[in-house]
């Protein structure tokens, strides 16, 4: 990073100045072509915002839906990543629960707190956080990126593959110093968003049979948390012998692979006539398919996954009617982030929910092309990006 130029040593606020940073990070300059890394100019944090020294980044499918075209509802140029945790450099004007030095993990969806979905205990729908990210801002409304005298997109509010990054103090989460910056980026979305959807969508109970379609980072994690929630059988189901061999190792206690002819009528046979309740995070419409029609009459089918805009599914309206099915749609685990993240890290920490396992391997910024590709191929689960030029290693699964 370059120099912060005439700040104080230890200083907890920015004094009204604007200064420059200059960073390294990943660019989408156009759907579908690869990542660049470029050297961009990041400006002080403002009311509101915080400068976070990146630690760790996860590498997920949503990112990868960007880069590859499948999604396109961000403006670009932009600067990617959502999923990360690190350590606060610098407070903006009116940043008084925040320290320099605290931990803190990135949050893609902010809430402002003031609109009906927040206060109804909803944030996940809430309504400023939708405008401003869609709009390639901060929570704030700002831009702080700028590149070749030209703004840059902020994705989802964090931009976090890279060395620093602006954030927007909603966008942020406190955390236990003690735990693994690598572990705790997982939080930011994997773990939120796949456990989450068990916990507070899915509201899994002890003993109830639960299927997992969509075995990649945030299924994953979705095992783990089903497991802890006390399911009585785990059903994984995916079409990647690796990632069932994963979900077998993490707590699935049947796996199928769902290329295979028979598999929903063996897993009925199996569960007797399906699962309590049935979740996709493969994010397309075949695989929402497949969990409907693994879910028992009375049962709750969980679309948690994210497709193209463009996907759509039939429901056969009588089956809906006829077995009181609930089919029900989970954004971001429909989490309440400061509620949520602490316990799920309290339950990693207790080594009741071991996301550690998910992590593939780790990797340097200049190589996030290479983590991207390995991605898309299936040959890794969560591969987490080290910013810093020291002591990354490429890995694969």
């Known amino acids: 990073m370059g120099r912060i130029r005439g700040r104080p040593r230890g200083s907890t606020e920015f004094s009204g100045e604007e200064e420059i940073v200059k960073i390294r990070a990943a660019v989408l300059q156009q759907f579908g072509t690869p990542l660049t890394i470029e ?68 949050i893609f969806w902010p809430n402002c707190g003031q609109c009906t979905p927040c206060r109804i205990g909803r944030p996940s729908l809430c309504e400023a956080g939708t405008q401003t990210l869609l709009a390639g801002l901060l929570s ?86 089903a497991q802890a929630a006390g399911a009585g059988r785990i059903v994984a189901v995916d079409t990647n012998p690796q990632k069932l061999a994963s979900a077998r190792l993490l707590g699935a206690t049947d796996v199928f692979n769902a290329a295979e002819p028979g598999c929903v009528e063996a897993i009925r046979a199996l569960t007797g006539m399906g699962v309590d309740v049935a979740f996709e995070f493969a994010g397309s419409a075949k695989a929402m398919e497949t969990a409907f029609q693994l879910t028992k009459p009375g049962g709750t089918t ?78 890794a689960l969560r591969q987490i990006v080290i910013p810093s030029q020291e002591g990354a290693a490429a890995g694969g699964m």
């Open 140 to 225: 704030t409304g700002a831009h702080r990126l700028v590149w070749k005298d030209h703004p840059i997109h902020h994705y989802l509010g964090c931009s976090v593959f890279a060395d620093y990054a602006v954030i927007g103090r909603a966008s942020l989460v406190r955390i236990d110093p003690s735990v693994r910056l690598e572990h705790a980026a997982l939080f930011g979305c994997a773990v939120l968003t796949g456990v989450g959807a068990v916990v507070n969508a899915g509201k899994v109970q002890p003993g109830e049979t639960v299927a997992i379609v969509g075995a990649g980072g945030v299924g994953l994690c979705a095992i783990l948390g």
């Open 302 to 379: 969980i679309c948690a996954g994210l497709p193209s805009a463009a996907h759509s599914f039939a429901l056969p309206q009588t089956t809906v009617v006829c077995e009181e099915r609930t089919v029900k749609g989970c954004f971001f685990g429909s989490c309440v982030p400061v509620r949520d993240l602490p316990r799920f890290i309290h339950l990693f920490q207790s080594g009741r929910l071991p996301v550690d396992k998910i992590i593939s391997g780790t990797l340097p910024l200049e190589q996030i092309g290479e983590g991207f590709h390995r991605l898309k191929e299936g040959r």
């Open 39 to 106: 050297e961009l100019e990041l400006t002080s944090p403002g009311p509101g915002e915080v400068l976070v020294r990146i630690g760790a980044a996860g590498l997920c499918h949503s990112d990868l839906s960007f880069i590859d075209g499948t999604q396109t509802h961000i403006p670009l140029p932009a600067v990617l990543g959502h999923e990360a945790a690190g350590e606060v450099v610098e407070l903006g004007p009116g940043v008084k629960d925040l320290q320099v030095g605290d931990h803190v993990v990135t």
